[in-house]
């Protein structure tokens, strides 16, 4: 990392900015985030004795492996036009399907000068919109799409804690490492692709703006939709929404599992893996058989009804499950299950212009899996 000025002309100055109370309990919090920051960055003491969360210490010890210093100069890269365009290239399916979500993030936020930000899985941007501040430098340093806001790049942030913690998280001004990042304020949560890898995270981040820890549940809600419109964009013949008994369907709160048409799991969102114990998805897909007790017939039989059915699972445990189409609609005259699936096959190589190679990308399957599909060699 290049040790020249970036963001703050003096960080002595930053730090006592960014610790600046303005109530009782602000002030308290700010005190034992100081402290923790001299016992375990000035390296006193190996943990700060619950001054801080786990996971912030955590990150904090994996900033100084990394042989970072707290006061060092933070330089972000510049992002060229070329590596702008690559990386929009390479996420275009997850910035497409997440938009709608940014969208509505951005007018929900437009009065706390907080906006969202989409990155990667390895914390690369990917989109960003809202209240954003285009003559703030420290604004556009973190919005441009391709640049790298990786733990290990700049270090501790909602951005890389999501990633690497996988959980939702909160952080305000001086619990992030560098001071050259202090002024931001952002809270953060991890997405979950449709094969139950890492996708990337959603961050909600403000500069200079009064903390606001109630934006870690949004964000981690805002996440599941993203993570539920992913697999509503993967082809399928049949998706089932799940939940337990007395929770009611069609919410974001459903598990979503999506099949081909030998009934074969082709996405699932975190909650069905969680009610199914369903892990990432290996090289050979898992048949619907495994994981109900029921013929996979009687769950495409449950679509032409239109009603939720009990589904047994394997392990003696019941689930309700509403099957629906392939758009995501309860319709009993929807075509035949393979004609669906191979249509949205075709409109995405239509809307490819052909190229069959980025309509697989877009999709998330192989191009041998798109000719296979279209009955093309």
């Given at each position: 990392?290049?040790?020249?000025?970036?963001?703050?002309?003096?960080?002595?100055?930053?730090?006592?900015?960014?610790?600046?109370?303005?109530?009782?309990?602000?002030?308290?919090?700010?005190?034992?985030?100081?402290?923790?920051?001299?016992?375990?960055?000035?390296?006193?003491?190996?943990?700060?004795?619950?001054?801080?969360?786990?996971?912030?210490?955590?990150?904090?010890?994996?900033?100084?492996?990394?042989?970072?210093?707290?006061?060092?100069?933070?330089?972000f890269?510049?992002?060229?036009?070329?590596?702008?365009?690559?990386?929009?290239?390479?996420?275009?399916?997850?910035?497409?399907?997440?938009?709608?979500?940014?969208?509505h993030?951005?007018?929900?936020?437009?009065?706390?000068?907080?906006?969202?930000?989409?990155?990667n899985?390895?914390?690369?941007v990917?989109?960003?919109?809202g209240?954003?501040?285009?003559?703030?430098?420290?604004?556009?340093?973190?919005?441009?799409?391709?640049?790298?806001?990786?733990?290990?790049?700049v270090?501790?942030?909602?951005?890389?804690?999501?990633?690497?913690?996988q959980?939702?998280?909160?952080?305000?001004?001086?619990?992030?490492?560098?001071?050259?990042?202090?002024?931001?304020?952002?809270?953060?949560?991890?997405?979950?692709?449709?094969?139950?890898?890492?996708?990337?995270?959603?961050?909600?981040?403000?500069?200079?703006?009064?903390?606001?820890?109630?934006?870690?549940?949004?964000?981690?809600?805002?996440?599941?939709?993203i993570?539920?419109?992913?697999?509503?964009?993967?082809?399928?013949?049949?998706?089932?929404?799940?939940?337990?008994?007395?929770?009611?369907?069609?919410?974001?709160?459903?598990?979503?599992?999506?099949?081909?048409?030998?009934?074969?799991?082709?996405?699932?969102?975190?909650?069905?893996?969680d009610?199914?114990?369903?892990?990432?998805?290996?090289?050979?897909?898992?048949?619907?058989?495994?994981?109900?007790?029921?013929?996979?017939?009687?769950?495409?039989?449950?679509?032409?009804?239109?009603?939720?059915?009990?589904?047994?699972?394997?392990?003696?445990?019941?689930?309700?499950?509403?099957?629906?189409?392939?758009?995501?609609?309860?319709?009993?005259?929807?075509?035949?299950?393979?004609?669906?699936?191979?249509?949205?096959?075709?409109?995405?190589?239509?809307?490819?212009?052909?190229?069959?190679?980025?309509?697989?990308?877009?999709?998330?399957?192989?191009?041998?899996?798109?000719?296979?599909?279209?009955?093309?060699?």
């Amino acid at each position: 990392m290049k040790q020249r000025p970036a963001l703050a002309h003096n960080p002595a100055a930053l730090t006592m900015t960014m610790l600046l109370p303005t109530t009782p309990a602000s002030r308290d919090r700010a005190e034992r985030v100081q402290r923790a920051r001299e016992q375990v960055l000035g390296r006193q003491l190996a943990a700060s004795g619950g001054l801080v969360a786990p996971w912030i210490e955590r990150s904090w010890q994996r900033c100084m492996a990394h042989g970072h210093r707290p006061e060092q100069r933070l330089d972000f890269d510049a992002v060229s036009p070329a590596r702008a365009r690559a990386a929009a290239e390479a996420n275009h399916h997850l910035a497409r399907v997440a938009r709608p979500v940014l969208e509505h993030l951005a007018r929900a936020l437009a009065q706390t000068r907080y906006f969202p930000i989409l990155t990667n899985a390895d914390g690369v941007v990917v989109d960003a919109l809202g209240a954003i501040d285009r003559d703030d430098r420290r604004a556009t340093l973190i919005t441009r799409a391709g640049t790298d806001l990786s733990e290990a790049r700049v270090g501790t942030t909602a951005i890389g804690a999501a990633l690497i913690e996988q959980q939702p998280v909160w952080l305000h001004r001086a619990e992030h490492f560098f001071a050259d990042t202090g002024a931001y304020s952002c809270a953060g949560a991890p997405l979950r692709g449709p094969d139950g890898h890492s996708a990337g995270m959603l961050d909600l981040t403000g500069i200079d703006v009064a903390e606001r820890p109630e934006l870690k549940h949004l964000a981690a809600q805002a996440a599941r939709s993203i993570e539920n419109a992913l697999v509503l964009a993967r082809p399928h013949a049949l998706l089932l929404r799940l939940n337990w008994h007395g929770a009611h369907l069609g919410g974001d709160a459903d598990g979503l599992l999506a099949l081909d048409a030998e009934g074969c799991v082709v996405a699932a969102n975190p909650g069905a893996r969680d009610m199914l114990a369903l892990p990432p998805m290996p090289g050979t897909a898992q048949h619907a058989s495994t994981l109900f007790a029921m013929p996979e017939a009687a769950l495409f039989d449950a679509h032409a009804s239109g009603r939720p059915v009990e589904a047994p699972l394997w392990s003696g445990l019941r689930l309700w499950v509403q099957a629906v189409g392939a758009r995501g609609r309860v319709d009993s005259t929807a075509q035949p299950l393979k004609q669906v699936e191979s249509d949205l096959i075709r409109k995405a190589v239509a809307d490819a212009r052909g190229n069959v190679a980025l309509a697989a990308r877009r999709l998330g399957i192989s191009r041998a899996t798109v000719y296979r599909k279209l009955g093309r060699r």
